[in-house]
């Protein structure tokens, strides 16, 4: 009981307001990281859209490569030139219409540029050869999509532009 008493007597202490301002202190630090955490999230959650966009976009491309196989593999077939050509082009079609299906970090349809979309060859031991030095009848599309200036624009962030940074670019390859 004595010490009871004795503590309510007791002066108070002049290092009553230390603890408010260490919390003030480290409060600034944890708001940055938590600023920092949801732009890298959101990055993050962004380039795993894109990787899907990519992905089904490559996979529907492909899927028209089998259409003209047949055709280009008779051995009397004189139009194997036109055969590759038709095959690209509804690839390409089609590619471009399946990333439109997706969405990444705001865009609600993706744009996939003809140049983002390439041809080639993939053998057994997964080496791709590309287009521009493989002549047979391609077996493999590759596509880029982009969150850049030259496609669907830079992603941009939400607290980042605070310390100067406001968007970035993303891709995903497929």
């Not at 089998?66 to 089609?94: C, E, H, V, W």
């Not at 002549?135 to 599309?141: D, E, K, M, Q, R």
Request: glycine content about 6%; hydrophobic content about 40%.
């Amino acid at each position: 009981m004595k010490l009871i008493a004795k503590a309510a007597h007791q002066k108070p202490s002049s290092r009553r307001g230390a603890t408010a301002v260490l919390v003030t202190v480290l409060l600034i630090p944890l708001l940055a990281f938590a600023a920092l955490s949801v732009d890298i999230g959101w990055m993050a959650t962004t380039k795993s859209t894109l990787q899907n966009a990519a992905d089904s976009a490559a996979a529907a491309g492909a899927r028209q490569l089998t259409d003209n196989f047949a055709a280009y593999s008779m051995p009397s077939q004189k139009q194997r030139q036109s055969l590759i050509s038709g095959a690209q082009t509804s690839a390409t079609t089609f590619s471009k219409r399946f990333c439109s299906y997706n969405g990444a970090g705001g865009v609600t349809s993706l744009n996939l540029r003809d140049a983002d979309t390439t041809f080639g060859f993939t053998d057994a031991t997964n080496s791709f050869t590309s287009s521009a030095t493989y002549t047979g009848f391609p077996n493999t599309v590759q596509v880029t999509v982009r969150r850049d200036a030259s496609s669907n624009g830079s992603l941009p962030f939400f607290f980042a532009p605070a310390i100067g940074r406001k968007d970035t670019a993303l891709t995903a390859t497929s």
